[in-house]
T-cell receptor
Framework: NAGVTQTPKFQVLKTGQSMTLQCAQD?????MYWYRQDPGMGLRLIYY???????DKGEVPNGYNVSRLNKREFSLRLESAAPSQTSVYFC????????????FGSGTRLTVV | AQTVTQSQPEMSVQEAETVTLSCTYD???????LFWYKQPPSRQMILVIR??????QNATENRFSVNFQKAAKSFSLKISDSQLGDTAMYFC????????FGAGTRLTVKP
């Protein structure tokens, strides 16, 4: 099925470990996004990529890095995980036109202990 | 920066009744887009309805409709004939360039 694929779906890390969340879309969308979802706070934008070759910070970028590998793939890296990064992470993609809603992946539940 | 406020953390409604979820936002922009997303327990984010700010007519999608008041910066979602499958978190979202979300309203439909 066409859409946004995130891996892994679940992950437990120890404080200080690093990991990369992978995201790929097959809808030929220009723009891709990473959000985190925390109880009572909705979804907050971490980083986004308006087009291949560009990335920009969102609301909560500290502690994260991203790579827009090509038009299809947009990865999120935690270099040194902290308990405050325990969250559910969503990748999304969209057409550049603002009328377009986002298509979301199924999320990654990350726990940092 | 744009902000989105959902003032109702939780709501409940009896099956077959109507419920309205509130959303307000703050922006200095004139042309933008508003969305409601549904997140069932499966965690998947599902687009429910969208509204263009330049359109005065309120959007409708089957049992879902919005009341868009641009001057008041208000964008509420009305669900008619509520069904058990409507039980979910509902997020209001504002898009100008990127998309910003409210904190969500947890809706429970009771049999």
């Amino acid at each position: 099925n066409a859409g946004v694929t995130q891996t892994p779906k679940f992950q437990v890390l120890k404080t200080g470990q690093s990991m990369t969340l992978q995201c790929a879309q097959d809808m030929n969308h220009n723009s891709m996004y990473w959000y985190r979802q925390d109880p009572g706070m909705g979804l907050r934008l971490i980083y986004y990529s308006a087009s291949e070759g560009t990335t920009d910070k969102g609301e909560v970028p500290n502690g994260y890095n991203v790579s827009r590998l090509n038009k299809r793939e947009f990865s999120l890296r935690l270099e040194s995980a902290a308990p405050s990064q325990t969250s559910v992470y969503f990748c999304a993609s969209s057409e550049r036109r603002e009328f377009s809603g986002y298509t979301f992946g199924s999320g990654t539940r990350l726990t940092v202990v | 920066a744009q902000t989105v406020t959902q003032s109702q953390p939780e709501m409940s409604v009896q099956e077959a009744e109507t419920v309205t979820l509130s959303c307000t936002y703050d922006t200095s922009e004139n042309n933008y887009y508003l969305f409601w997303y549904k997140q069932p327990p499966s965690r998947q984010m599902i687009l429910v309805i969208r509204q263009e700010a330049y359109k005065q007519q309120n959007a409708t999608e089957n049992r879902f409709s919005v009341n868009f008041q641009k001057a008041a910066k208000s964008f509420s979602l009305k669900i008619s004939d509520s069904q058990l499958g409507d039980t979910a978190m509902y997020f209001c979202a504002f898009r100008y360039n990127d998309m910003r979300f409210g904190a969500g309203t947890r809706l429970t439909v009771k049999p």
